[in-house]
C-alpha cells in the first residue's frame, strides 16, 4: 500500500505557540515535502471540531494566562482525545499543551486547572523556574530544545519518561526524567522548536503515523546535517 496523505492536526496556534513551538508542525510538513509525501496541516481553534482523520496532533507551549484562556475547551475535548490516544494517534505537545494532557495543573497560588488524563502527569506550579537549553538522549535519537516553565511534572505508573536529563532540568529538577511517553503519545518541556533540532524524532513520529494508517512509507534519508549541527551549538551553550 503506498503511503497516503497525512492530516496534522495543530491544537491552539493562536495562544499555544511560545518559543516557536508552531515550527514542529512545519517541520513535519517539510520534511513529507521533501520526500515527494503530501500532508495537510489543520489548526483548530477554541471551539473548532477536531478532524475525525487526525493523523499527528501536535500542541505547543503558552503562558499561564493562555492555558486558562484554553482550558475550558480543551477539557471539553477530553473524551475525544482520550479515545484518539487509545486508537493510537500520534501526539506531541510540548510545555502547556503536555501539562493539560495530564490529570491537573495546580498553580502555586492553590487554583486548580483540570487536564484530560490522556497521561498519567500531575504538575504543580513553583517559584522554581527551570530554564535554559536541554539535550536528553532517547530510543530515537538526542532531542535538542529550549525549557523555561515552573510547573513541575511528576510521573504516574502509566508513562515512562522521554529521556533522563541532569539535575536541575526536566520535568520537575529531582528525578532527572524529561517528558513522558505514553504509547505513541508524546510530552516534553523543550521548546525551540525540539524537531528542527531533533531530526531523527520527527521522522519517528511521520513513521508511527504511517503504521498506524497500515501505510507503506519508506521514508527515504534526508540530509540532515544542518539541523544536527544547530543542536550540536545549542547543546553546548550554557543555561
Not at 13 to 24: F, K, L, Q, S, V
Not at 59 to 86: H, K, N, T
Not at 132 to 159: K, M, Q
Request: proline share 5%; with cysteine; net charge negative.
Amino acid at each position: 500500500m503506498s503511503a497516503r496523505k497525512l492530516t496534522l492536526v495543530h491544537l491552539y496556534p493562536r495562544e499555544m505557540n511560545i518559543y516557536g513551538d508552531t515550527g514542529n508542525v512545519l517541520v513535519l510538513s517539510k520534511r513529507l515535502q521533501w520526500r515527494g509525501l503530501d500532508a495537510e496541516v489543520v489548526r483548530v481553534q477554541v471551539g473548532d471540531p477536531l478532524p475525525a482523520g487526525t493523523d499527528i496532533l501536535l500542541g505547543g507551549g503558552g503562558q499561564d494566562a493562555a492555558q486558562g484562556e484554553i482550558g475550558r475547551d480543551f477539557v471539553s475535548r477530553g473524551p475525544e482525545l482520550r479515545a484518539m490516544a487509545d486508537d493510537g494517534v500520534v501526539m506531541l505537545t510540548i510545555c502547556g499543551s503536555y501539562q493539560l494532557l495530564g490529570h491537573h495543573f495546580r498553580t502555586k497560588d492553590g487554583r486548580t486547572i483540570e487536564g484530560v488524563g490522556v497521561l498519567d502527569v500531575i504538575t504543580t506550579g513553583s517559584d522554581q523556574r527551570l530554564i535554559g537549553n536541554n539535550s536528553i538522549d532517547t530510543p530515537w535519537g538526542r532531542l535538542v530544545g529550549f525549557e523555561n516553565h515552573s510547573g513541575l511534572t511528576e510521573l504516574g505508573a502509566g508513562v515512562r519518561p522521554l529521556g533522563a536529563t541532569e539535575p536541575g532540568r526536566g520535568n520537575n529538577g529531582s528525578d532527572r526524567t524529561e517528558g513522558a511517553v505514553r504509547a505513541n503519545v508524546f510530552g516534553t518541556y523543550l521548546h525551540g522548536p525540539v524537531l528542527a533540532k531533533s531530526p531523527q524524532f520527527a521522522d519517528e513520529l511521520l513513521r508511527r503515523a504511517y503504521a498506524r494508517r497500515g501505510s507503506n512509507a519508506d521514508l527515504e534519508p534526508l540530509d540532515d546535517s544542518l539541523a544536527l549541527a544547530a543542536a550540536d551549538v545549542a547543546s553546548h551553550r550554557p543555561r
